[in-house]
């Protein structure tokens, strides 16, 4: 039953809205995500560099390193590797496409949560998606639909699938029983839940961005070792895209409808554009202008899926490796091992394990906001009881459940967040 509701919703019917919606901003920004992309880079850098401003906020840099927690999770390492087992080279091209479209959904996300962010009574911060449904598009039930999903969302695919991952990694790698994993998962991620969002980005940022730039330089380097694979796995990447066999140039109808629906669909999972997940990160960010938090969206979307995802399919792609048995994370252990060796197996393990604690961490501001927002007298203290406590049951419980119906509540996430992308387009626009 979820698998049939799930494949209707994250069907034509949720990619189409996605991407026109990603599509729509392009045109009426005029592919800013693309001219723009060295004023991205020069802002979100700059940004950086600056430090918290006080009042309950947190450095830019804090908030970009929490939003990346929260994207560049197992879906740059597994779901890669899947795409390309199900999807082919070309359904890395359709991620591409996907991701062009999804940084100007980002974007639009951010600047309407800065723009329509407030205090709440104790101080806190409320901003992101829930603001501008709430304030933007004066629908409180909106809000409360899209709050509702987010807090399941963030339990299930946040934090039960998260660790259930690093859990399986931890055994398979190092032998650490499941049940240890999960209490010491728990014990971590609550001394930094428990200090609040300012402990959250500091320990995003002391965590994702050294894990991030270490897979990115081991990446470079394998394929510097293996350039002279480099132009087949691009062309592979292309022909396949467009279903362009190897003998004799034909055209596979099959071939590019299976490309396309991988690709795009593997893309949003990976850099959640257009679900709102992103904005609720940047709602205590110290950047004033809105349009600074919505291009630092623009740079989380480019390192997640351009960055990250694409180095992964290029190192599997130039590996080597064809045994069909292999899928997943065993499929990159295997890539990288031919030039790394057992070193590749141990540092794609640490890889898996550190992503997905990153990703748990990332999701709790999410889930946490959300839960607030639902009771904020209650919210936050219950949601932390329940996120801990599902650390521990993530570790040990088979979770294809727990996957579909976290697919179901990301999915049902996106709706409530367009609405608003669209009823609200007026308010966005490039920075001046």
């Known amino acids: 039953m979820l698998e049939t509701v799930n494949a209707f919703i994250w069907g034509n019917l949720l990619l189409s809205l996605l991407l026109g919606t990603g599509l729509y901003y392009t045109v009426r920004m005029r592919g800013f995500q693309l001219r723009g992309m060295g004023r991205v880079l020069r802002c979100t850098f700059s940004g950086c560099r600056s430090r918290t401003a006080g009042s309950g906020r947190i450095s830019q840099l804090q908030t970009m390193s929490a939003a990346l927690a929260a994207t560049m999770g197992t879906g740059n390492i597994v779901g890669v590797a899947t795409a390309l087992t199900l999807g082919g080279p070309g359904a890395i091209f359709w991620m591409w496409i996907s991701a062009i479209l999804g940084m100007l959904l980002v974007y639009a996300e951010n600047m309407l949560g800065a723009l329509f962010r407030y205090r709440c009574e104790d101080g806190s911060w409320c901003g992101g998606a829930l603001a501008y449904l709430e304030r933007g598009m004066r629908s409180r039930p909106l ?24 859990a399986c990694a931890a055994r398979d790698g190092f032998g650490v029983p499941p049940v240890v994993c999960g209490l010491v998962t728990a014990a971590l991620a609550g001394i930094i839940i428990l200090g609040g969002v300012d402990r959250i980005g500091k320990a995003a940022q002391s965590l994702i961005l050294p894990l991030s730039g270490l897979y990115l330089l081991c990446g470079v380097v394998f394929l510097i070792l293996r350039r002279d694979a480099l132009g087949d796995a691009f062309s592979s990447i292309f022909r396949g895209a467009f279903g362009l066999t190897a003998v004799g140039g034909g055209v596979s109808g099959a071939a590019v409808r299976q490309c396309i629906n991988i690709g795009l669909r593997r893309g949003v999972f990976s850099n959640e554009a257009g679900l709102g997940s992103a904005s609720l990160l940047h709602a205590a960010g110290e950047a004033e202008d809105p349009c600074v938090q919505g291009m630092c969206g623009i740079f989380e979307v480019f390192a997640d899926t351009i960055l990250c995802c694409t180095m992964t399919a290029l190192v599997i792609l130039c590996s080597g490796v064809t045994d069909p048995t292999l899928e997943g994370a065993a499929l990159v252990m295997a890539a990288f091992s031919t030039r790394f060796g057992a070193f590749g197996r141990i540092f ?4 898996v394990m550190l992503f997905a604690f990153a990703t748990l961490i990332g999701w709790s501001v ?3 906001s959300a839960a607030r927002y639902l009771s904020p007298r209650w919210g936050s203290c219950v949601y932390r009881i329940c996120f801990l406590f599902a650390c521990m049951i993530g570790a040990v419980q088979d979770l294809t459940l727990v996957w579909q119906l976290s697919d179901l509540f990301n999915g049902l996430m996106a709706f409530p967040n367009l609405i608003g992308l669209i009823g609200l387009r007026r308010h966005v626009h490039p920075p001046a």
């Not at 809000?143 to 690093?166: E, P, R, Y």
């Open 143 to 166: 809000a409360l639909a899209f709050a509702g999903c987010c807090v399941l969302a963030s339990l299930g695919m946040g934090n039960l699938a998260q660790v259930n991952s690093l």
């Open 348 to 351: 794609i393990t640490l890889s």
């Open 366 to 368: 999410c889930g946490e």
